[in-house]
């Protein structure tokens, strides 16, 4: 097969980059060279947002089987790019989220969920909405039938650049006790990059198109079983978590999702972000790595980076401060 990775340098990209060239893909990466591409790969330099960066895009050599897009900023992004290659490459997919569902969601939902709005030839709005227009800028250029949309839950494992499960493997490893939110075995979900990125690539070779979600089935994991495996790997011999209601949590004026990542008291929130079905994709081959593998594996990763992991500039710093969790605790 041979892919056209648009980025391919951080995170989602580069996930699927790497996963491509381990089956012996021929790859093609386009990005801005701010960040090595894997090697193994042909690299393209370009912005995609200027004329200059497209027309090194068109001037790449080569077709290819398959092009996967993980934009996330302005609709017209993707339009642009997707109509300079219509004709150069068999399959589209395009790495969406599950925010493009109209809130609230409900427990269970699947793919016939209502959508927001969106437009393909939109500057960024927000979050939702330039996802939904990408995904319609996507189709309108390669049609239904040969555009893949990978709806996209929440994403954790190594080259996380949002700082979600490194501020949890973190904050245990700084020891202590540590407010765990509750409940202990409320059902978490998530999709770990490297299985997203293996169901994508069988998905572009199989000839797959239209909407999957892409998150680990209901009861995969828990709450407790995501913290228990942070301490498992990361914690300091004192650290000891500290199970906290949720009232609790929310009185003391602690942002679910935002300080405390991963987290959402029981709710409508809950439901939308935990609560969501992955039977289409389930039955089209996705297969879902224990939760401890992706911690420890994400630990491994931190620890090579000394600690520290590096942090998209274009979203806010997540995680709690050691003096609201302290007052938190002592409630």
């Keep these: 097969m041979r892919l056209l990775m648009l980025g391919g340098t951080e995170f989602v990209g580069r996930a699927v980059t790497e996963a491509a060239l381990a089956r012996g893909w021929d790859v093609t990466v386009f990005h801005r060279g701010r960040h090595a591409a894997p090697e193994g790969t042909r690299a393209v330099h370009g912005d995609r947002t200027t004329a200059e960066g497209l027309a090194a895009l068109a001037a790449a050599d080569g077709d290819w089987d398959a092009v996967v ?45 209502p959508v927001v709005d969106g437009d393909a030839d939109a500057d960024a709005v927000a979050y939702a909405e330039d996802k939904r227009g990408g995904e319609l800028a996507a189709a309108g250029a390669f049609g239904d039938g040969r555009t893949l949309l990978v709806r996209a839950g929440l994403i954790l494992g190594p080259y996380e650049n949002i700082g979600r499960l490194p501020w949890w493997l973190s904050r245990v490893a700084r020891g202590g006790p540590v407010l765990a939110p509750g409940p202990r075995d409320a059902s978490i979900q998530y999709i770990d990059v490297r299985d997203l990125a293996e169901w994508t690539l069988d998905a572009v070779a199989a ?56 987290w959402l008291p029981p709710g409508e929130l809950y439901d939308t972000m935990h609560d969501t079905s992955s039977a289409k994709a389930v039955r089209a081959g996705l297969r879902c790595r224990p939760v401890g593998a992706t911690v420890s594996d994400t630990w491994d990763w931190l620890r090579s980076l000394g600690g520290v992991a590096p942090h998209r500039p274009d979203r806010p710093r997540v995680g709690l401060s050691p003096e609201k969790e302290a007052k938190a605790l002592a409630r």
């Design 69 to 113: 897009d993980t934009w996330s900023g302005a609709p017209r992004a993707v339009r642009d790019a997707a109509r300079l290659l219509r004709e150069r490459a068999g399959t589209y997919a395009y790495v969406s989220s599950g925010s493009v569902y109209r809130y609230p969601g409900k427990a269970g939902s699947d793919e016939s969920f």
């Design 207 to 262: 000839g797959l198109y239209g909407p999957y979600n892409l998150i680990c089935p209901t009861g995969h994991a828990t709450m407790g079983a995501l913290l228990d495996a942070c301490v498992g790997v990361a914690g300091a011999p004192d650290a000891e978590l500290r199970w906290t209601a949720p009232d609790v949590v929310t009185a003391a004026g602690i942002e679910p999702w935002q300080e405390l990542p991963v």
